[in-house]
């Protein structure tokens, strides 16, 4: 049974070009009109005007958002309760920048003439990315027709981009109507799939992998043909039919009689004529139920050359436990009313939570569909929805975790303290499986995560490990310009230079902090020569650009430290044997305490700090979770990982 949906989100404050502004309440209004399975609810989740493609960046979550004209958009939801506090504009010079799409802390942005490429984007939003961005391709038809592209990561580290034929019907040139690929870098670029009129969706099936995407038929052939397109590309060089074929088997006359190169791959699934078929989103999620897994949905953006308007709503299609099609349904409808339509979606996007986020240009807002809970607003009626996860044991020796953004957590175990050859690096699956990704290391201490790999302060050594198992010692110990001792923790900043804490002997001996550039080469940024007496620097977190904070092991300290001129500057006390740092979305800082187990919570790296838990036999180096709803903490003596609610 079918049924009206809507829930009243509270006060949305939303900070666009320098004013802030709240959801219109006849937008919220508006959700009365939307059609839900049981269970199923949708509420605002940002006001972003032109809303189009969504990528979500790593570690905090932010949402970033094209658009058909010049700017693109920066969606933040600091706390974490489903309904944006803040809508940045991070470039406004753009070329239809429409694609989106995120790798390895990567922002790709796919205008109607090339694609670009920003890094830095999960670490500060305001810095200036209109001067940072790298071309990575300027290949691309400098044509309005069906000039918005679209991106996509593949399985195969790929990026995949949409280019559509510009004009209705014609005989396409060179890349046009295609999808083609290319190395993230922009090299080794060809046609992985052509014969395709204007493909605005694709993502890529959970386990076949294979690419699915969707494609728009040809105009002005009447109000039911031809069929819009759901296709599947499990290889390179499949030829999906346009022009020969005008929508899923239908041919327009004038090219009726024309043969095409080679034999034509049909749809597996068909929509009705001008539905026009975008955004194609995979469920992969935990929160809707069971039997929507491996299901696709479908944005419908609904006809413009129809007598009576078409679409406008959500499909999904089924699949079945070989991975075929099964059929389809409508998920979600009521943008259309009375031939009159409200909204037009466009994308979708999964948050790590399982909820499902829908994009729609027309009426500038993003909507979030969730199933089984209502958040946020005041008068849903429900508080918060954060539970705590079940503790991972069974670990020996964890030092350092790190989260993946698909929800992996990865811990170093150090093993036998000074026992070379029995460290390993653990992977945490979101449902507690462990797996070994790495063995073989010394004592693996911190960890931190930079362009798809793992990077470990091993001991005496900085060892990189791919997400494949791979090892490669990035600094061996006689690299360093001192004498490593105790390398403990790893941060990395939005450049790619590795920053290694070594905490050195008991009394602070060969302590100090050294950088390594991405070319390799290893420097001290400071050592046991000008530190105080004592001082063993242990966690550290970057404190904008030009700035380390650093846990004192040694005497309990928060202290910045000045990357250029090596000045240090004591911020706080009282914490400890400080070992490990990490920042969630609101700002706050958390410090873990190794020597006395306990975990505290700072406002400001100098306001009071505040105890969180003292349960711990060793709590070590902690980190954040993919979603920013838990802080990792490894405690090393009680040999497990314990998930705790951010507060």
């Given at each position: 049974?079918?049924?009206?949906?809507?829930?009243?989100?509270?006060?949305?404050?939303?900070?666009?070009?320098?004013?802030?502004?709240?959801?219109?309440?006849?937008?919220?209004?508006?959700?009365?009109?939307?059609?839900?399975?049981d269970?199923?609810?949708?509420?605002?989740?940002?006001?972003?005007?032109?809303?189009?493609?969504?990528?979500?960046?790593?570690?905090?979550?932010?949402?970033?958002?094209?658009?058909?004209?010049?700017?693109?958009?920066?969606?933040?939801?600091?706390?974490?309760?489903?309904?944006?506090?803040?809508?940045?504009?991070?470039?406004?010079?753009?070329?239809?920048?429409?694609?989106?799409?995120?790798?390895?802390?990567?922002?790709?942005?796919?205008?109607?003439?090339?694609?670009?490429?920003?890094?830095?984007?999960?670490?500060?939003?305001?810095?200036p990315?209109?001067?940072?961005?790298?071309?990575?391709?300027?290949?691309?038809?400098?044509?309005?027709?069906?000039?918005?592209?679209y991106?996509?990561?593949?399985?195969?580290?790929?990026?995949?981009?949409?280019?559509?034929?510009?004009?209705?019907?014609?005989?396409?040139?060179?890349?046009?109507?295609?999808?083609?690929?290319?190395?993230?870098?922009?090299?080794?670029?060809?046609?992985?799939?052509?014969?395709?009129?204007?493909?605005?969706?694709?993502?890529?099936?959970?386990?076949?992998?294979?690419?699915?995407f969707?494609?728009?038929?040809?105009?002005?052939?009447?109000?039911?043909?031809?069929?819009?397109?759901?296709?599947?590309?499990?290889e390179?060089?499949?030829?999906f039919?346009?022009?020969?074929?005008?929508?899923?088997?239908?041919?327009?006359?004038?090219?009726?009689?024309?043969?095409?190169?080679?034999?034509?791959?049909?749809?597996?699934?068909?929509?009705?004529?001008?539905?026009?078929?975008?955004?194609?989103?995979?469920?992969?999620?935990?929160?809707?139920?069971?039997?929507?897994?491996?299901?696709?949905?479908?944005?419908?953006?609904?006809?413009?050359?129809?007598?009576?308007?078409?679409?406008?709503?959500?499909?999904?299609?089924r699949?079945d436990?070989?991975?075929s099609?099964?059929?389809?349904?409508?998920?979600?409808?009521?943008?259309?009313?009375?031939?009159?339509?409200?909204?037009?979606?466009?994308?979708?996007?999964?948050?790590?939570?399982g909820?499902?986020?829908?994009?729609?240009?027309?009426?500038?807002?993003?909507y979030?569909?969730s199933?089984?809970?209502?958040?946020?607003?005041?008068?849903?009626?429900?508080?918060?929805?954060?539970?705590?996860?079940?503790?991972?044991?069974?670990?020996?020796?964890p030092?350092?975790?790190v989260?993946?953004?698909?929800?992996?957590?990865?811990?170093?175990?150090?093993?036998?303290?000074?026992?070379?050859?029995?460290?390993?690096?653990?992977?945490?699956?979101?449902?507690?499986?462990?797996?070994?990704?790495?063995?073989?290391?010394?004592?693996?201490?911190?960890?931190?995560?930079?362009?798809?790999?793992?990077?470990?302060?091993?001991?005496?050594?900085?060892?990189?490990?791919?997400?494949?198992?791979?090892?490669?010692?990035?600094?061996?110990?006689?690299?360093?310009?001192?004498?490593?001792?105790?390398?403990?923790?790893?941060?990395?900043?939005?450049?790619?230079?590795?920053?290694?804490?070594d905490?050195?002997?008991?009394?602070?001996?060969?302590?100090?902090?050294?950088?390594?550039?991405?070319?390799?080469?290893?420097?001290?940024?400071?050592?046991?020569?000008?530190?105080?007496?004592?001082?063993?620097?242990?966690?550290?977190?970057?404190?904008?650009?030009?700035?380390?904070?650093?846990?004192?092991?040694?005497?309990?300290?928060?202290i910045?430290?000045?990357?250029?001129?090596?000045?240090?500057?004591?911020?706080?006390?009282?914490?400890?044997?400080?070992?490990?740092?990490?920042?969630?979305?609101?700002?706050?800082?958390?410090?873990?305490?190794?020597?006395?187990?306990?975990?505290?919570?700072?406002?400001?790296?100098?306001?009071?700090?505040?105890?969180?838990?003292?349960?711990?036999?060793?709590?070590?180096?902690?980190?954040?979770?993919?979603?920013?709803?838990?802080?990792l903490?490894?405690?090393?003596?009680?040999?497990?990982?314990?998930?705790?609610?951010?507060?």
């Amino acid at each position: 049974m079918r049924h009206y949906r809507k829930i009243i989100t509270g006060l949305l404050l939303l900070l666009a070009a320098g004013s802030a502004s709240a959801a219109s309440p006849a937008m919220e209004e508006n959700l009365e009109k939307l059609n839900l399975p049981d269970g199923f609810h949708v509420e605002i989740y940002a006001e972003v005007p032109g809303a189009r493609s969504m990528a979500l960046g790593q570690s905090t979550g932010t949402v970033f958002v094209g658009t058909r004209g010049k700017k693109l958009y920066a969606v933040v939801d600091k706390d974490k309760d489903r309904s944006a506090d803040r809508v940045l504009t991070l470039m406004d010079d753009l070329k239809v920048g429409n694609g989106v799409a995120m790798h390895e802390g990567n922002l790709y942005v796919a205008e109607q003439h090339r694609i670009t490429r920003v890094g830095g984007v999960g670490f500060d939003l305001n810095m200036p990315f209109e001067k940072m961005r790298q071309e990575v391709f300027t290949g691309l038809p400098d044509k309005a027709h069906h000039g918005w592209r679209y991106l996509e990561l593949g399985p195969d580290g790929k990026l995949y981009v949409t280019v559509g034929a510009p004009c209705n019907i014609c005989d396409p040139q060179d890349i046009e109507a295609s999808i083609i690929r290319m190395d993230p870098d922009g090299s080794d670029v060809e046609v992985y799939a052509e014969g395709i009129r204007n493909s605005v969706g694709m993502d890529f099936q959970p386990g076949s992998g294979t690419l699915y995407f969707t494609d728009n038929g040809v105009d002005m052939m009447g109000d039911e043909r031809p069929a819009g397109e759901l296709n599947a590309a499990p290889e390179a060089g499949m030829h999906f039919g346009f022009p020969y074929y005008a929508g899923g088997k239908d041919r327009q006359k004038q090219w009726a009689d024309k043969q095409p190169p080679q034999q034509v791959t049909y749809p597996v699934e068909t929509f009705r004529a001008h539905t026009a078929n975008l955004g194609l989103d995979f469920y992969t999620g935990g929160m809707f139920p069971a039997a929507y897994r491996g299901d696709a949905i479908v944005a419908q953006h609904g006809s413009w050359n129809r007598s009576s308007p078409i679409g406008y709503r959500l499909m999904r299609v089924r699949f079945d436990d070989s991975g075929s099609a099964a059929g389809k349904e409508v998920f979600v409808d009521g943008w259309l009313q009375n031939g009159e339509a409200w909204g037009r979606p466009v994308d979708t996007l999964q948050l790590p939570d399982g909820s499902l986020l829908v994009s729609d240009d027309y009426a500038g807002v993003i909507y979030r569909i969730s199933y089984g809970e209502r958040t946020g607003g005041a008068a849903s009626g429900a508080g918060s929805t954060r539970t705590g996860k079940a503790m991972v044991k069974g670990l020996a020796a964890p030092e350092s975790a790190v989260a993946h953004p698909d929800g992996r957590v990865f811990v170093s175990e150090v093993g036998g303290f000074n026992k070379d050859g029995d460290g390993r690096i653990r992977a945490i699956a979101p449902d507690g499986g462990k797996s070994v990704l790495a063995e073989g290391l010394n004592d693996p201490k911190g960890l931190d995560l930079w362009n798809g790999s793992l990077y470990v302060a091993d001991k005496t050594r900085v060892v990189k490990v791919g997400l494949d198992g791979s090892t490669e010692v990035l600094a061996a110990a006689d690299a360093f310009p001192g004498t490593p001792t105790f390398l403990n923790d790893v941060e990395i900043d939005g450049g790619g230079n590795v920053y290694v804490s070594d905490s050195g002997t008991e009394d602070g001996g060969h302590a100090g902090v050294y950088r390594i550039a991405p070319d390799g080469g290893v420097t001290e940024v400071i050592g046991s020569a000008t530190l105080e007496a004592g001082v063993r620097p242990n966690g550290l977190l970057m404190d904008g650009l030009k700035h380390l904070l650093v846990a004192d092991f040694g005497s309990g300290r928060l202290i910045r430290l000045d990357l250029a001129s090596g000045e240090l500057t004591g911020l706080n006390r009282g914490l400890g044997a400080a070992d490990g740092l990490v920042r969630d979305a609101r700002g706050n800082l958390y410090v873990s305490d190794w020597g006395n187990g306990r975990l505290f919570l700072l406002s400001s790296p100098t306001a009071t700090p505040k105890l969180l838990s003292d349960a711990y036999k060793a709590a070590a180096d902690i980190g954040i979770s993919a979603d920013g709803r838990h802080l990792l903490v490894p405690d090393m003596k009680g040999g497990a990982l314990d998930y705790v609610p951010v507060p």
